[in-house]
């Protein structure tokens, strides 16, 4: 199972929608959107919906194999949490996807100070072959996440001590 | 550390308020109150004293101002901590100035390059400024520190 996350910026994201339906990779396996703000033909997708309660979020996120993303910080830390293998895909203000391009500028310095289990997005032509790298991440690597929440927390915890 | 200090912790809702929770839910601090703008997130959380959207109305702000002071007379904190956004100004200026309370402000993940208005008002008064990307910094004085980040 895939989860399609599009955000709720109250404006559009249709690019992501037709990334992941040219996604050649996908065929044979279920894909489940949460449309957000975008809108979308129930008919034509029955398992989807716009927005779901917090339990039955989490329960399909545990559930999925790979998450795929606006560039959302929410969504991202769930990620985290969660420790599911995530790719994110920007939201532009040229596309008036977004108001501003915060989430160009967080994939930015996802690539320069890489998150394991985290795919960010730049560049379209490389969606598949990144969707497919994101599959075959390793699951196993439990460690591995959340390393500079963990460093920000032991930061946190130190410095509180010193204070009480 | 002391056990059982008042802790205050403040955000707006949205991403403020998501990575907020998470600190929460690493340190598990008992002695807790919430402060946020009215929403299903917020209201599952107790002790919790919400206010409406500030940008919306100014008469809003004005309510709020009175309720901060309410807020902080009671509660007394000793530490504040909040990833912003506006909610928390009027409480850790009040904070600082009748009970000395620790201030911890974490600007927010969103912010990559530009400083926000409520980082720039609490950089002041914040006894512990933190950033979560690096490239923030310069923006800052030598007061902000990067130390990891929630994302």
Known sequence: MIFVI?????????????????????????????????PFDPVKYPNSFDYVNRNKYET????????????????????????????????RKKENEHHNDHQTQICHELIQNARPGIFPILDESIFEQTVSNALNFNKN???????????????????????? | MKNKIKVGLIASMGGHLTELLIIQKHFKFENVFYVSEKSP?????????????????PINIIKYLIKSIQIVFKEKPELLISTGAETIIPIAYLSKL??????????????????????????????????????????????????GSII
């Open chain 1, 60 to 91: 399909i996120f545990k559930q999925s194999e790979l998450v795929i993303s606006h560039a959302g910080v929410g969504t991202i830390i769930d990620a985290g949490e969660y420790q599911k293998p995530l790719v994110i895909v920007p939201r």
């Open chain 2, 98 to 147: 009748f009970f000395k309370t620790k201030i911890i402000y974490i600007e927010c993940s969103a912010q990559v390059h530009k400083k926000s208005l409520t980082g720039i008002i609490l950089y002041p008064i914040a006894d512990l400024f933190l950033v979560q990307w690096k490239s923030l910094l310069k923006e800052y004085g030598s007061h902000a520190k990067y130390q």
């Open chain 2, 41 to 57: 997130v917020i209201e599952s959380l107790s002790p919790c004293y919400t206010h409406l959207p500030l940008i919306v109305h």
């Open chain 1, 6 to 38: 599009l955000g709720n910026s109250q404006l559009s994201f249709i690019r992501l929608i037709q990334l992941v339906e040219l996604c050649k990779i996908f065929q044979g396996k279920t894909i489940i959107y949460q449309f957000g703000s975008t």
């Open chain 1, 141 to 164: 690597d439990n460690d591995s996440y959340n390393l500079h929440r963990r460093k920000l927390m032991d930061y946190l915890s130190t410095q509180i001590q010193l204070w009480f």
